[in-house]
């Protein structure tokens, strides 16, 4: 039990850095089952409801306007993500949430104390396999609904702004999953954080036109543009605003959660 | 080095860590002791910034641990054993681990390999015993080759050979000059383990001392005799500072006399003995002398006199 005389001193080596924190958050990522579960629910019912959209379809005999033809397909190929932005917001809660509820958020924040990159690495990697899952998605519903649909003598224009609209749409899921991980990170339980971030995008606006529609409200029509899934839906379907102000509103609303977020995670002890 | 200076944490009105002061050198393994509640996991969270302090600080190798520029190579820590996602392969936990601070799959390899969890690195940690929790935990610890470890009850839930093995790695780091900083609730664990001892009690030092000295200092020299006249005898030997206990019919618990001043007085009044034995303190009787009035949550009643020692 002799005091050694040496002292041991740390080796000169790799240390925290940015692009290091961003791998360790796409190895947890993509190494949990509920990750490749969201991920496959989004594409498989993106395509399903393009299929059934598609096959369904009737428009009688008369002919349809070149405009309309673009926006039916464009519809069929966009109309997954109501349901995909669901599962985004489920994703994004868990993406933190898990952490806090097995204890793995102690692990993480003791490999990155100044924790607030942890989180923004999150949120990176979040949003960029959600933007490739969502176009994914997105291109994989346009490709089942396009020829079925072309059968039936509708055909879309192909243009920047229907190629736009496809890639707002999968805008619109990465900004759901990144803005519901501001939500489980200020929440910290998977239970509340998703009840949480559903309500909002889910339940919030069918509230509102509710109060609008049995009130008649004048603010309850006002607010509702600005409501998250509105706005979402406004950015690649156009609406009230233009699509870049919708997409706005969006951004403001992930920001906002992932600023209070950072700011809970960098108050709070682990 | 882990240097703590009026190191406070409050919860609210409940003081967890009480203005402590205390320092843990390299090159030996130093205990951290107290019971439970007595604040040594909030300490330990503190050191790696988990909690915040409320007042005061403490230093890893001289600076606040999140200062480092490689706080995994700086500082090995192992604070719950459940601190991992219970669906993720214990391979890919240490991968992520190690990925922030650019340590690759040959090092991952290597700790898997030191703390023998090769057959189920690729199996889903929630299916992990706690030993093998432990190991893991372990191995996320040692992953930076880090100078100082800070490790919160390593041996529960292992069995003697993990026992052993963590015992021998603790002295084996400690042995290259590290900082080893460990806690346990088995005080004969800390025995043979650590060479200075830090013990906890409400939240406050109540020592900071070699293992020897904490030892030496007890005043619990005890004999235990037995006698089929044991109450005649204890009647015979009642003096001001003598304390005598009893736990059967016919054993007598005596402090405050030696075993020659028994034997002489029971040969003098022709008791017989059956059995006469000097028990010197134990580390756990050391401790229990320096906790008793710091015990946060006694045990109701099961605790008697005769249970406490």
Known sequence: MSAATAVYTTPNASGLSAAGIVRSEWIKLRSVRSTIWAFAIVIVTSVGIALLMSTTAYFGEEAIPADLQTSIVAQASTFGVYFGQLVMAVLGVLVISGEYGTGMIRSTLTAVPRRIPALLAKAVVLFASSLLVGLVSVLASYLVAAPILGNLGITAEVDGVFIGNLLLASLYLALTSVFALGVGTALRSSAGGIAAALGIVLLLPTIVSAIAGFTGAQWAADISPYLFSNAGSGMYTGGEFEQWQFALIVVAWTAASLVLGAVLLKRRDA | ?309
């Not at chain 2, 054993?81 to 392969?89: D, L, M, Q, V």
């Not at chain 2, 025995?191 to 109540?206: E, M, P, S, W, Y």
């Not at chain 2, 003995?273 to 009643?301: C, K, N, R, W």
């Open chain 2, 1 to 309: 080095m882990i240097h703590a200076q009026a190191l406070t944490k409050r919860y609210g009105a409940k003081t967890a860590v009480d203005d402590i002061d205390f320092t843990v050198k390299p090159g030996q393994v130093t205990g951290f002791l107290g019971p439970n509640g007595a604040g040594k996991s909030t300490t330990m969270r503190m050191i790696v910034g988990l909690d915040r302090p409320t007042h005061g600080g403490v230093t890893v190798n001289g600076k606040n641990y999140a200062e480092h520029r490689a706080p995994l190579r700086e500082v090995g820590a192992l604070l719950d054993a459940k601190a991992i996602h219970t669906g993720r392969s214990a391979y890919n936990h240490l991968l992520a681990m190690g990925a922030t601070h650019g340590i690759g799959k040959a090092r991952v390899n290597e700790v898997i390999g030191l703390t023998g969890l090769e057959s189920v690195a690729g199996k889903r940690v929630g299916g992990f015993s706690l030993g093998m929790g432990q190991r893991l935990g372990i191995a996320a610890a040692l992953l930076g080759d880090p100078a100082t470890l800070i490790l919160d009850e390593p041996v529960n839930g292992l069995d003697p050979e993990g026992v052993m093995w963590v015992r021998r790695l603790a002295r084996q780091l400690a042995g290259e000059g590290r900082t080893v900083f460990l806690s346990s609730h088995l005080m004969s664990e800390m025995a043979l383990t650590a060479d200075h001892l830090i013990v906890l009690g409400r939240g406050r030092v109540i020592a900071d001392a070699p293992v020897a000295d904490i030892l030496s200092g007890s005043t619990r020299t005890a004999v235990r005799l037995r006698s089929p006249r044991a109450e005649q005898l204890a009647q015979l030997l009642q003096g001001p500072q003598v304390s005598i206990t009893t736990t059967e019919q016919d054993l007598l618990t005596i402090t405050g006399l030696s075993a020659e001043t028994i034997g002489d007085a029971a040969a003098g009044a022709g008791i017989p003995l059956h059995e006469l034995t000097p028990v010197g303190a134990s580390l756990e009787e050391a401790y229990m002398d320096l906790t008793q009035d710091d015990v946060e949550y006694h045990a109701g009643t099961t605790t008697t006199e005769g249970a406490l020692r």
